[in-house]
């Protein structure tokens, strides 16, 4: 799943490269794609190009004040062309869920890969007037977003601080693959209670989330998207890693499975060796 680096990454490519052109297309291949209906995808034509954005894990492209925001999810990806195919979508009949053309000729296809489509596309006059977006939580790499601004969201909290940092509504942008780095960093076990955590451990997990989200962001900067996804997997310590020595200590790194996703982490680093169960069925460790 692309996150706040890959998708800001993707962000300052498409800034960089479709500011100030018109849109002449934006060509639906999935009806299920499409969130909204009010303006529809045709009110994008011929409009310019004034801005692109990111919010969390969506890309905004603002067009003359009518924004263009898709969300990826767990499998989509935007395939970027110097040169758009010359023929039209046909809704049902490709792979490519929606495709965008600028003046200059270039475009971009959104597509997804597996049979779980949640790759969502939306035409609004505000971003707020997107659910994903108004209910998300703070951005991690805003200059508001302080060490005392982050004890305050863990203060008090039951939640397991993996499920906490992934949670969009508490903290813009973290997912599965970058909630497990940063705790990997911050030597935490992903079963640890939020609102239990030291200062000294707040304040070292401030500054992984930090790092980690920093670090990528300036890996992913200047890449064209085609080459985002294996900057991700190439920058990963623990993340998608498992039987892999952890960098850190030499351990190997271990997996916890669930229904849709899995986990890494290293027993050395962050659990005091302890192997962790099955979600389902281990208890929290601090």
């Not at 706040?4 to 009806?31: C, I």
Request: proline content about 5%; aromatic content about 6%.
């Amino acid at each position: 799943m692309p996150e706040l680096p890959e998708v800001q990454g993707l962000t300052d490519f498409l800034r960089a490269r479709v500011v100030d052109l018109a849109m002449t297309g934006v060509e639906v291949g999935s009806f299920s794609v499409m969130k909204t209906f009010d303006p529809p995808p045709q009110a994008l034509q011929g409009l310019l190009v004034t801005g692109v954005e990111r919010h969390g894990k969506f890309i905004d492209i603002d067009a003359d004040g009518i924004h263009l925001i898709f969300h990826l999810a767990r499998a989509g990806w935007l395939r970027w062309s110097e040169q758009s195919p010359a023929t039209m979508l046909r809704p049902g009949k490709s792979p490519i869920a929606l495709r965008v053309r600028f003046s200059d000729g270039a475009g971009f296809d959104l597509t997804e890969a597996g049979t779980q489509k949640r790759l969502a596309a939306y035409v609004v006059r505000s971003p707020q007037d997107v659910p994903g977006i108004a209910s998300l939580g703070p951005d991690p790499l805003h200059e508001s977003f302080t060490r005392d601004v982050f004890a305050g969201i863990l203060e008090g909290r039951r939640t397991q601080i993996k499920g906490l940092l992934r949670d969009q509504s508490v903290i813009a942008g973290v997912g599965n693959a970058y909630s497990d780095e940063v705790l990997h960093a911050a030597k935490l076990s992903p079963y640890a209670v939020a609102g239990s955590l030291s200062d000294e451990q707040v304040s070292v997990l401030y500054d992984a989330l930090e790092q980690i989200l920093r670090g990528a962001v300036a890996t992913a900067s200047g890449k064209p998207a085609k080459d985002l996804k294996d900057a991700k997997r190439a920058g990963m310590r623990v993340h998608g890693r498992t039987g892999e020595a952890c960098p850190v200590c030499g351990d190997v790194v271990r997996e916890v499975s669930f229904a849709d996703r899995s986990m890494q982490y290293c027993a050395t680093c962050q659990t005091g060796g302890k192997v962790l169960a099955d979600r389902r069925m281990s208890r929290l460790l601090k």
